[in-house]
């Protein structure tokens, strides 16, 4: 443990495109791991994007989605499908095309969803050299302690459900939930660790908006009879102001990641570093 | 000597991962943390570098394939003291041996000989010192009790340990971490606390050290890539600048009016943009196989800040009045000092001038700002006595100028024509046509 307080960098990024947010954090990430910035926390909102997720066995669409593309194109190959999204103004994104992945299955982030990229030292959080384990159940609790604040009873436990692409195979997976006659997901999680720095982070579903093309995928693999998604609005019945949501997680984050001080930063402060000649 | 690399322990209740992807292939060379491979466990794809430097000699794994904590993911020729079949055989009776014992509880054990394989987290020392121990007896241990050893700073292999067959326990670590701090000294900083020692003096006398980061450090980077991959040569030339003097003297306070500060930086911008549409080649870059002839004309200009040089580039300069570049130039100047250029403020250069006659000195050697072909170095103004067509003397402004380009994109011949060029604008001004509109 360091002798001084840790300190961390805020930068809201407000409605981005998740290419442009992948961009920055690739960028990001470099910058930290040569120690060149200290920790710093992204926040912000994605325009409507589907993506896959490495694994492509969890990468996928609903049969009624499916259905639709084929009713309008005659087909539901990939490039149907990415026609159709197009037409709705949904980008899409291979995660498996790409060298910088991310974990998990297809996701559908959006307007509504408060996205959370904590780029930090993933060793002075957990205090050890690679503990994902640890990392995990902390970002866990960050989302339940926001989730809770609001009066919403999510959990952070093992849920086991039959993966539609391969019924012999059950797998059990830790995440936040809401547990009801069946899981429900009210946010997202993917993480990435190289060179000592954890990377991409979690989402919180907060409008009622944010779920609205969840219909469209395979959640993480699962149809929506296996698991449902609802948002923090669904669940506490009031609306919800996303600078507040915000605003508690930061305060969250503060603690569980042990910062004495995060403060808000200007992108472009960080911009200098990299170009200036 | 062959090294076995064990997918690590990253954290309690992840058990396996799936390899995701290969970073290298049998037979690779690689350096200490390299990454090797990507593995996903739940929800994470982590990055796996490599505990030691050596060839690659075994991938134990296909991609797709799960790996459980404690497996061998890689086996690592580290220098070969001992015969490689040998190796592979030791191998092979390892893994036949792992087999039979379930992996999450799976025990390491020690051989007599020197090639035990060892658990190496990332980041903690794999180093010398162990592998040349003395003590050779076995040693059975869970990896879970081996870390808590490295943790403590406990030797494992001068443990007895209490546990059945004679395994060391949680508990005979701590005793033994307890035992060795009473009899060393109780100096010892925990081992947490890394502090990083400065020495204050080198032999000499005494020293501040300012740690290489930020704008410092890109200079650096760039300012040694620029020297390893130009050829770069430096011309000088002294450009009589009596006429713009006058004029510029007299524009000023126009200027000042419309609270413009007139320097000549903007004079010289325009000559040399006149000197760039005539000699296509210092307008340009080179890649491997093409020289690359810019049709626009974006000129950088040096900043010197409190955090080192920026480089700000006005863009489409040649479209630009003289006032108008005069009150861009104030203006990137102004955010690079506060700090609040735009990251599109510093991109798309084709031709920088720095100017350090502003601050003092004649001539210099400026290094080329890649990918540019050359950059004009501008020294201060100095008063020279000179003769006049009838031999009698007379004081003259004199502006000293040094350009550096970049020898392989052009010859010595065409930087001396493109300098003659912005002599002549600068000694007749009237050719600038100065548009004072903005």
């Known amino acids: 443990m360091s002798l001084e307080g840790r300190v961390a960098d805020w930068i809201d990024l407000g409605r981005v495109d998740y290419a442009d947010a992948l961009d920055l954090q690739i960028k990001l990430i470099e910058l930290r791991k040569s120690g060149e910035m200290s920790d710093v926390i992204l926040t912000g909102e994605m325009n409507p994007i589907i993506s896959f997720g490495r694994n492509n066995a969890n990468n996928g669409f609903t049969e009624d989605f499916l259905e639709n593309v084929r009713k309008k194109y005659g087909k539901s190959d990939m490039n149907a499908i990415k026609k159709y999204l197009h037409d709705l103004k949904i980008q899409f994104y291979d995660s498996t095309e790409n060298t910088h992945m991310r974990g998990g299955g297809t996701a559908y982030t959006g307007p509504g969803q408060l996205v959370v990229y904590p780029i930090v030292n993933h060793k002075q959080i957990t205090g050890d050299d690679l503990n994902v384990a640890k990392y995990n159940e902390i970002i866990d609790k960050i989302m339940t302690e926001v989730l809770q604040y609001y009066g919403i009873p999510a959990l952070s436990v093992k849920v086991s459900t039959k993966l539609p692409v391969n019924d012999d195979e059950r797998k059990e997976r830790k995440d936040v939930w809401i547990m009801k006659e069946k899981p429900y997901k009210i946010g997202g999680k993917a993480l990435r660790f190289s060179g000592g720095v954890a990377s991409h982070g979690f989402s919180i579903y907060v409008t009622k908006e944010s779920i609205n093309h969840f219909n469209k995928i395979l959640v993480c693999g699962y149809s929506q009879d296996q698991l449902g998604v609802t948002s923090m609005e669904h669940e506490s019945g009031i609306d919800i102001d996303m600078k507040k949501v915000t605003a508690k997680t930061l305060e969250v984050i503060k603690e569980k990641f042990n910062y004495e001080n995060i403060s808000e930063v200007d992108l472009k402060e960080f911009i200098p570093l990299e170009v200036a000649v | ?438």
């Open chain 2, 1 to 438: 000597m062959a090294y076995e690399f064990k997918f690590p322990d990253v954290g309690e209740g992840i058990t396996e991962g799936e390899i995701v992807k290969w970073l290298v292939k049998e037979g690779d060379v690689v350096k200490e943390n390299d990454n090797i491979a990507q593995i996903e466990t739940d929800k994470a794809v982590v990055d796996i570098p490599s505990p030691k430097s050596g060839k690659i000699l075994k991938l134990h794994f296909k991609e797709g394939a799960t790996i459980k904590v404690g497996e061998t993911l890689v086996t690592i020729d580290d220098g070969s003291r001992t015969p490689a079949i040998k190796q592979e055989k030791k191998v092979e009776e390892k893994s036949k041996e792992k087999k039979s014992v379930s992996v999450v509880g799976d025990l390491e054990e020690a051989s007599d000989e020197e090639e035990k394989p060892k658990i190496c987290m990332p980041g903690e020392p794999c180093d010398e010192e162990e592998k040349t121990s003395e003590i050779k007896y076995k040693v059975l241990a869970v990896p879970k009790v081996r870390n808590l050893a490295n943790k403590l700073g406990v030797d494992i292999s001068k443990i007895k340990g209490t546990g059945p067959e004679g395994r060391i326990t949680d508990d005979d670590v701590i005793l033994a971490g307890k035992s060795e701090k009473t009899t060393e000294t109780a100096e010892i900083e925990p081992s947490e606390t890394k502090l990083k020692v400065v020495k204050k003096y080198d032999m000499w006398g005494y020293v501040d050290r300012i740690p290489l980061k930020g704008v410092r450090k890109t200079v650096a980077r760039n300012m040694i890539a620029s020297v390893k991959n130009v050829a770069a040569v430096t011309s000088m030339m002294d450009v009589d600048v009596t006429r713009l003097w006058i004029i510029r003297e007299k524009e000023k306070k126009i200027a000042e009016k419309r609270g413009i500060k007139l320097t000549f930086l903007p004079f010289i911008i325009k000559s040399v943009i006149e000197g760039l549409k005539e000699h296509l080649y210092l307008n340009a870059e080179m890649t491997e196989d093409e020289i690359i002839l810019k049709k626009y004309y974006n000129i950088g200009i040096a900043v010197d800040t409190e955090v080192g040089l920026m480089v700000p580039v006005i863009k489409g300069a040649d479209k630009k009045s003289i006032l108008a570049l005069a009150k861009e130039i104030a203006e990137l100047s102004e955010k690079a000092q506060k700090r609040t250029l735009d990251i599109m403020d510093m991109k798309g250069g084709s031709f920088t001038i720095t100017n350090y006659g502003s601050i003092g000195g004649n001539y210099g050697t400026p290094i080329i700002n890649p990918p540019e072909a050359a950059i004009l170095g501008v020294g201060r103004i100095f008063n020279r006595v000179v003769l006049d067509d009838h031999g009698r003397p007379e004081g003259r402004k004199i502006l000293p100028l040094s350009l550096t380009f970049d020898h392989r994109i052009l010859d010595g011949a065409e930087a001396a024509r493109f300098l003659n060029v912005v002599m002549r604008h600068l000694e007749d001004p009237d050719l600038l046509l100065v548009e004072m509109g903005e």
